[in-house]
């Protein structure tokens, strides 16, 4: 077991020291000067080049890859160009939104997704499995902006229950943030819900062909008590991929909806960064952001070796 | 009310079972009727695609539900054809349990072998989770299963295929079952393992006074095992009767074809294979006559017009053929006559 946990750990290791190179890489690659984009378009040549020795701009590519390195271990990430704030507190900020939200939309897409894709299986071709399925259908057709925006006109224009946007921040307990992260966490669970209600449904309907299922209606169990105690199980191995996936993607793919309610999302930070420029923020937002798939799949591996007896932990 | 010692187990009478496929409905099984005391063994054979899976799920309920089942099946005298799922259930690994083709795959591989065997017990005798537990170990023993009390708790990747059917055989008996129903048994299962699985089939169906159907398409396996046999094609019964009296006077060309068709041992090298010209009818398609016309030696224009009568040709046997005069001439057979 330790072995294995010390084995998985450098895999994961090696997987960011990888992305690190990458993403450093690739920024700086990109066009465009930091210290151009601050002083203007107009700045003298000097007092750019001035800026640039005091950002560290000047220095050579590997030292300033092990600098980035260097203060990613102590928990450092310099300041931000374009603010001269820690980089690491202006991501915490956005993270207390972000992970929540993660979490709330992800917890709502488990539960519509689970019992739709359930529901649809256990009546495949009857009409519940067709109405069911066509809502998934446009569910996934759905823009999730616009469905955000009528979920605005409905509870917060029409019915006042819920404000339009903002976010109240946790200092005056959790309820005003959970409410002020509800419409938005169901508009990006809407869609998600939909794609993982389909993979639920064609899992379940996959093992329910198999020959163990009739075995276990031959020992004399009901489809319902089959459903539950023999095929769930054995059809959570995709569904929990995609999870894994869907919720990576809810850590940095909100960016549309933050915009739409007005939160100071990752997403945002990360896209306001990107037009300033501020690229040493960028770069620590897209290195947090790798850690977290990397950390995501590394648990949902670990929770198939958990489901399926026939994977063992050491072999992952 | 018959003397229950002299009542059928199971009835079986004009069965008939009409099965949605992609080719469109196909009458999957005709006229298939049988009547199976306590304590006696039947077997079914023929190629894949006979009817003879067919006519075990029926007999199980366990048919898709698009299948329209006529006729009438009665254990005991009670009717089984088209009862609800939930009385089905209170049947199915109680009265009547099953054995199928796969071992590999008719165990879940999600839970626990003495999980699975327990199961029955469970559920039909209201065992608690300790008692059902001890009993599974039992059964495992008994099965001959090597060291169950440590392997109750394994997971069914963990076996052989051979010990895999030891296994779903422990399942198939938990509950002492009336009738055991063995689709292939030893089919997927390698040569030298077929032998014991069977061996320790016919031991439990004789201790414990079962009444068995053995399906499979092998001569051999049914010769050996069962007391009396049926042979189908094209979803309907061609040859039935007594197993010696069956082997001794083949009645049905089918029947000697597919004799004829065994791998031999000690043939001369390079003797070809014997086979059965053509190949089964699609059983959405089945021709108006005999369904076997378009690959019998003997057939004449009366065959095709409609389905042959069952005829007597022995006591208790039956073949479904007009021209019996012919193929039993022949006397195509294992044993002497």
């Known amino acids: 077991m330790s072995v294995f946990v010390l084995r998985r750990v450098l895999t994961l290791l090696a997987t960011l020291v990888g992305a690190s190179v990458i993403i450093f890489l690739v920024l700086d690659a990109l066009p465009g000067n930091a210290a151009q984009m601050l002083m203007g378009a107009d700045a003298s ?222 997403g945002r930070l990360i896209f306001q960064s990107i037009a300033n420029r501020d690229l040493i923020v960028v770069r620590n937002c897209v290195m947090l952001l790798a850690a977290m798939v990397v950390i995501v799949n590394f648990v949902v591996d670990v929770l198939y070796a958990f489901i399926d007896p026939r994977i063992k932990v050491h072999d992952l | 009310m018959a003397d229950p010692a002299t009542m059928p187990l199971i009835e079986v009478d004009n069965l008939g079972v009409r099965l949605n496929t992609s080719r469109g409905p196909a009458q999957a099984v005709r006229d298939v009727s049988f009547a199976l005391k306590r304590g006696e063994t039947l077997g079914l054979v023929g190629e894949s695609g006979c009817g003879k899976s067919v006519t075990a799920l029926s007999l199980m309920g366990l048919l898709p539900d698009s299948a329209i089942v006529t006729g009438s099946v009665r254990l005991d005298g009670r009717q089984l054809a088209r009862l609800p799922d939930a009385d089905y259930c209170k049947l199915r690994g109680n009265r009547i349990s099953m054995i199928f083709q796969e071992p590999m795959t008719a165990l879940n591989p999600m839970h626990t072998i003495g999980h699975q065997v327990a199961e029955p017990l469970r559920r039909h005798k209201k065992y608690s989770a300790a008692q059902a537990r001890r009993e599974a170990i039992a059964l495992l023993d008994r099965v001959g299963l090597p060291d169950p009390a440590r392997r109750v708790d394994a997971y069914p990747h963990q076996f052989s295929g051979g010990q895999r059917q030891r296994v779903t055989i422990a399942m198939a008996l938990a509950c002492e079952p009336d009738l055991l129903i063995a689709d292939e048994p030893t089919t997927a299962l390698d040569v030298t393992i077929q032998g014991q699985i069977l061996d320790l089939i016919a031991d439990l169906v004789e201790e414990r006074g079962m009444s068995m159907i053995l399906i499979s398409h092998d001569l051999g396996v049914i010769a050996e095992n069962v007391q009396r046999m049926m042979v189908m094609y094209g979803g309907t019964v061609v040859e039935s009767g007594p197993t010696d009296e069956v082997f001794r006077r083949m009645g049905h060309p089918y029947t000697q074809g597919l004799f004829r068709a065994r791998p031999k041992l000690g043939a001369r090298k390079g003797t070809r294979l014997k086979t059965i010209s053509g190949t089964v009818p699609e059983l959405a398609d089945l021709p108006m006559g005999c369904t076997f016309a378009d690959r019998c030696p003997l057939v004449i224009d009366e065959c095709r017009t409609a389905l042959p009568p069952m005829v007597d040709v022995g006591p208790g046997h039956v073949v479904r053929c007009i021209r019996t005069d012919v193929s039993m001439a022949a006397n195509v057979g294992a044993l002497p006559a």
């Open chain 1, 45 to 266: 040549a000097d007092a750019v080049r001035a800026l640039t020795v005091k950002l560290g701009l000047d220095q050579p590519l590997a030292v300033r890859y092990l600098q980035w390195i260097k203060g990613l271990l102590v928990g450092d990430l310099g300041n931000s160009y374009v603010y001269g704030t820690p980089v690491a507190s202006l991501i915490a900020e956005r993270l207390v939104l972000t992970i929540p939200l993660a979490i709330m939309s992800m917890l709502i897409t488990v539960v519509l997704a689970l019992s739709a894709g359930i529901y649809t299986a256990a009546n495949h071709n009857k009409l519940g499995d067709v109405g069911v399925m066509s809502l998934t259908q446009i569910g996934i057709a759905l823009p999730n902006f616009w469905f955000a925006i009528l979920l605005v006109l409905l509870f917060a224009v029409r019915l006042q229950w819920l404000s339009a946007g903002g976010f109240a921040g946790w200092d005056d307990g959790i309820w005003p943030g959970i409410k002020s992260l509800l419409l938005p966490s169901i508009s990006l669970a809407v869609v998600q819900a939909a794609i993982l209600a389909r993979v639920t449904r064609s899992a379940v309907l996959e093992v329910l062909r198999e020959d163990f299922v009739r075995t276990a209606r031959a020992k004399g169990l009901g489809r319902r008590e089959v459903l539950w105690s023999h095929v769930l199980r054995n059809a959570m191995i995709p569904v929990m991929t995609v999870m894994g996936l869907q919720f990576a993607n809810l850590l940095a793919g909100t960016i549309v909806i933050e915009n739409v309610f007005y939160l100071p999302g990752l």
